[in-house]
């Protein structure tokens, strides 16, 4: 394991904040995170799903973290995903019908596209 001091930790964090738009997947952890601007933002948990990121400056919506993706992609039909890129409003189909929760509605409308390939030992399982 290697080991790097708090001020190169540092250095790597700020770095990696400068690449947006970007999206981290785990199958592992079974998340998708997406974060599409360079802004500084907070995060506010919204249920065992969903937790949104906001620009400190505006509160816009600017990046999600959802849990749980290997079950959504099992409620929806994966073989709508077929290209390269998919828009992530179609992910979030997968959720179970009684969720109103605003920040939902407020994800869907926002253009957050997703690359397939990002997904794909999920999509696999999901098959």
Do not use: W
């Not at 009684?98 to 690359?115: G, H, I, M, N, T």
């Amino acid at each position: 394991m290697e080991t790097i001091t708090l001020g190169e930790l540092v250095k790597r964090v700020q770095r990696s904040r400068q690449n947006a738009p970007r999206a981290v997947h785990s199958v592992r952890a079974d998340y998708l995170g997406i974060i599409l601007s360079n802004e500084e933002y907070y995060t506010e948990r919204i249920d065992d799903v969903l937790t949104v990121h906001r620009s400190l400056e505006t509160r816009e919506l600017v990046g999600c973290t959802l849990k749980g993706v290997s079950q959504l992609l099992k409620r929806i039909n994966t073989l709508c995903i077929t290209d390269a890129e998919f828009e992530l409003r179609y992910l979030l189909l997968g959720l179970p019908s009684d969720v109103d929760e605003p920040c939902y509605r407020e994800l869907a409308q926002k253009d957050f596209r997703v690359s397939r390939h990002l997904l794909e030992d999920s999509l696999q399982c999901a098959e």
